[in-house]
RNA sequence: GCGCGCGUAGCUCAGUUGGAUAGAGCGUUGGCCUCCGGAGCCAAAGGUCGCAGGUUCGACUCCUGCCGCGCGCACCA
């Protein structure tokens, strides 16, 4: 369903194509072009313009600008951009009148012009001033304070019928069983959950999915290995032995290529049911998600479902049938492909001895899934390096005629190095997930201590676990997702500048001041109150910018969604941190710009902003899946 | 070789989908508190946005070609 005339490049990403129109899991393969993006419309829904992506105005304010604009330029308000200004003292909201003059065979300056010169003030509106092509507008100050105090405090600040009735389906962290969860495990684990959430928070139905590497030769490996060397796992069995177990196989099939075999034999018993190679690998399974499961809880994940490729045994014959009925599959030297075209080479379905292949059972995950939850989205967060199954694999399924393979999307994101390597199980280059949260952890107890001496120490322990974990996971989300990073200690715990502590520092800080005044009411109480407040009292500018940025968080995190992007609400918290610190810090030489100040009114309206900050702090990290400490 | 991705301050990164004088953090230098929490705030210095063309009113952003780095290219997942 196209929408308005409203086009866009698609980037990496986004890529909601007609059925067929690129069947291709990546919308720009090859160098990136102009084409225009189509909206999907899911079955049950609506045209609404609320469902639409896109740049658009999620406030009344950026709303009544766009329509002073749109009615004085005769054009649609949805086809105009709202945007701020690039300083604060040229306006609130801008909005350029380039494609609008050019409609009118008017210069963009004296359409601006004209615009500013019939403004009338409004509900929203103040004052708009044209400053060459632009109209600059000022908002209704008082206002505008209470609306996003309001919207804030009763968490609808967010435009939450974006997703409504909308299902989208998150692969992520995925990680294979029988190896330890290490570092280069947390970006597909991070990004993906704080994915969930953004989603989630927008109104769509998620379905977060933890698709386990649980099938295929490698657990032939293991079972052959430990029939071979028992010794190698003594009791209790951990998944560091069944790691090493897998590292020492591997390194031994090199010298001796008879255990290559066996691991295949292994595998395919396995495969057949065999009762012994179902009791090893079932064990192996239970020990390996045990460990996992520990990590998850830290960071506060649970999956809506976890389903190891193994679950996709049964349906591989169907898988094979299609395929072959579809005149798509043929046999290439021995193995089972389907070729495609554009492509060097094949997808894989079945080795030569006849196993099924990663493919294989991605290409059942897929139809499962669609067949389950008739998803508008399907996700696969995992690294770039598989960019070519992911092309690969949605093409197989484009061929087979399946329109909703252009649904699915791979999210990729760049490498985790280590010392200038790349990491990895195989390279045996890795640092555990659980010795970075324990680090990380243990570096801000102390700190945490010291300031919150009055605290429980598991109270302490708790905000320590919430602050380190959290400076972690903030370091791994604050980077564009396809940019390689490189693992550092001082990076990922970093506690100053751009961190997630300063993040967290500033919510504690909004809670302190609140507990400080005595602020008992709920969120939700305190809204009610807000109709009743003079927020004329907030004359300050620094006031103003705090709220100015709270209007900018529905875009923002709608922005996050369109292009599964979390980074983007990183650097939307730290402007907002910014921006209240500044306005605490005006309180420093001046008691009464301080929030607890003695004029009775002014200390309410204040108070009211604080925890609006404070409740789009708390909501925008947990949108990241961090932790919002009262008190660290 | 082919394909994909990246290249912005000394370092690590943003840059509102083609708009106004390219912004943060770290580091460096210098300031701010008898302070509602200094994990803070302000200021200075620091840039040929890899290079060269092109598209147009306008390019860090789109196109072409180079250069550099990384990753991926059939029986692993």
């Given at each position: 369903m196209w929408y308005h005339g409203q086009f866009a490049t698609v980037n990496s990403t986004a890529q909601n194509q007609?059925?067929?129109?690129?069947?291709?899991?990546?919308?720009?393969?090859g160098r990136p072009r102009r084409v225009f993006r189509v909206v999907p419309q899911p079955a049950?829904?609506?045209?609404?313009?609320?469902?639409l992506w896109g740049?658009?105005?999620?406030t009344p304010i950026a709303s009544a600008a766009a329509s002073t604009v749109a009615s004085a330029a005769a054009v649609?308000?949805?086809?105009l951009k709202v945007e701020a200004p690039p300083k604060a003292e040229l306006g609130d909201f801008a909005i350029g009148c380039f494609a609008a003059a050019k409609a009118q065979r008017k210069s963009p300056a004296v359409l601006a012009a004209e615009i500013a010169a019939s403004f009338a003030p409004s509900q929203w509106l103040a004052s708009a001033t044209a400053t060459g092509p632009f109209v600059n507008f000022r908002a209704a100050r008082p206002a505008a304070f209470r609306w996003v105090v309001t919207a804030a405090l009763t968490d609808q600040?967010?435009?939450?019928?974006?997703?409504?009735?909308q299902t989208i389906c998150i692969d992520y962290s995925s990680p294979n069983i029988s190896k330890s969860l290490a570092y280069h495990h947390i970006r597909s684990t991070v990004i993906g959950h704080s994915l969930v959430q953004i989603f989630r928070a927008l109104g769509y139905r998620t379905v977060g999915i933890n698709?386990?590497?649980?099938?295929?030769t490698t657990h032939g490996m293991l079972i052959a290995g430990a029939k071979l060397w028992?010794?190698?796992?003594?009791?209790?069995?951990d998944v560091a032995a069944l790691g090493a177990l897998y590292q020492r196989y591997r390194k031994e099939m090199e010298t001796d290529p008879k255990l290559e075999d066996l691991a295949r034999q292994w595998f395919g018993r396995l495969e057949r049911g065999d009762a012994e190679a179902r009791a090893m690998w079932q064990r192996f399974r239970d020990i390996s998600w045990a460990e996992f499961e520990t990590v998850y809880q830290q960071l506060g994940i649970t999956f809506d479902e976890v389903r190891g490729?193994?679950?996709y045994e049964a349906a591989m014959p169907g898988v094979l049938e299609e395929m072959a009925q579809k005149g798509l599959s043929k046999e290439s030297e021995g193995a089972l492909v389907i070729e495609l075209p554009g492509e060097k080479a094949p997808l894989l379905l079945k080795t030569k001895d006849g196993t099924t292949l990663y493919a294989t059972r991605d290409l059942a995950a897929a139809q499962y899934r669609w067949t389950t939850y008739h998803f508008t989205r399907s996700l696969y967060v995992v690294d770039r390096g598989q960019a070519l199954h992911f092309r690969q694999l949605f093409a197989a399924l484009g061929l087979a005629g399946?329109?909703?393979?252009?649904?699915?999307?791979?999210v990729p994101f760049g490498l985790v190095r280590l010392g200038g390597k790349k990491t990895g199980t195989r390279a045996g280059n890795v640092v555990l997930l659980k010795e970075v949260f324990a680090d990380a952890t243990d570096d801000v107890t102390p700190r945490i201590a010291e300031n919150q001496a009055q605290l429980p120490p598991e109270q302490v322990a708790e905000t320590a676990r919430m602050v380190g974990i959290g400076a972690v996971v903030f370091a791994n989300l604050v980077?564009?997702?396809?940019k390689d990073v490189d693992f550092t200690w001082e990076k990922v715990v970093s506690?100053?500048?751009?961190?997630g502590p300063y993040l967290q520092y500033s919510h504690a800080r909004c809670a302190s001041i609140l507990r400080k005044a005595g602020w008992t009411s709920s969120n939700v109480e305190a809204a009610a109150e807000a109709e009743q407040?003079?927020?004329?009292?907030?004359?300050?500018d620094a006031e103003w910018a705090v709220a100015r940025r709270l209007l900018d968080f529905p875009e923002i995190v709608a922005r996050a969604a369109q292009s599964c992007e979390p980074h983007g609400i990183c650097h939307y918290l730290l402007d907002l941190a910014g921006d209240f610190s500044r306005w605490y810090t005006a309180g420093n030489g001046d008691a009464?710009?301080?929030?607890?100040?003695?004029?009775e009114d002014t200390r309410r309206v204040r108070l009211m902003l604080t925890a609006a900050v404070r409740a789009t702090m708390a909501r925008g990290l947990g949108l990241l899946g961090m932790g919002a400490p009262d008190a660290m």
């Open positions: 007609a059925p067929f129109a690129c069947v291709y899991g990546r919308g720009d393969f049950g829904h609506t045209a609404d313009e609320s469902a740049p658009m105005p999620y649609a308000a949805q086809d600040l967010l435009p939450r019928a974006l997703g409504a009735g698709h386990l590497g649980d099938w295929g028992p010794e190698a796992l003594p009791e209790p069995v490729e193994s679950a399946h329109e909703w393979a252009s649904r699915c999307e791979h980077t564009q997702r396809e506690l100053d500048g751009d961190s407040l003079d927020f004329s009292r907030l004359a300050h009464t710009l301080r929030v607890l100040c003695d004029d």
